[in-house]
């Protein structure tokens, strides 16, 4: 085991938000999903999403890991095709993961994968994603509410595909 290094929540969710930027299109860091489960980082390719939550403490690691849906086999409708724990070097070893759950160590200079992940074999929530990712998608060009941040990108490419974004509606 490495030595434990010390990082805050907020920290480690910026350092899952980066490692999901190198092959996911879009991001989505500790956005609420109706009541069920809150992602500290997910991110979405096209083809499927991977999950990361991020534990400082080995306390919350170990309470997290028993609820319902970090089970490997429950039909427990969870987010995340793949899904990674995200914690301090050193503070949980790769065998006290759910099984299908891959490890990965924060050190200084980068997110190292200690444990690939394997494709959820359970029912994975496609609606609650998709939900997800409807709401970030609608807060595209909105007066942002205190404490969510939207950046927003423009690529030049020869593709015609726009997007329209139609506010929710106030009730």
Not at 81 to 88: E, G, H, N, W
Not at 111 to 140: C, H, N, Q
Request: hydrophobic share 35%; with cysteine; glycine share 6%.
């Amino acid at each position: 085991m490495l030595p434990n290094l010390e990082y805050t929540h907020k920290e480690l969710v910026s350092m899952a938000s980066s490692w999901l930027w190198r092959n996911h299109s879009i991001v989505i860091t500790e956005m609420a999903s109706v009541g069920y489960e809150e992602p500290d980082a997910i991110g979405f390719d096209g083809v499927c999403t991977t999950l990361v939550e991020c534990k400082a403490t080995r306390q919350d690691f170990l309470s997290d890991r028993n609820k319902e849906w970090r089970q490997p086999h429950a039909e427990n409708n969870a987010l995340g095709t793949y899904r990674y724990y995200l914690v301090p070097a050193g503070m949980v070893a790769p065998e006290e993961v759910p099984e299908t759950w891959g490890l990965l160590y924060a050190t200084p200079n980068h997110v190292k994968r200690v444990r690939e992940a394997v494709a959820f074999p359970g029912k994975t929530d496609y609606k609650r994603e998709m939900l997800l990712l409807t709401s970030a998608i609608r807060r595209i060009g909105q007066t942002r509410p205190v404490g969510v941040s939207v950046k927003c990108y423009t690529i030049e490419t020869k593709n015609t595909a726009t997007i329209g974004i139609r506010p929710k509606e106030e009730k």
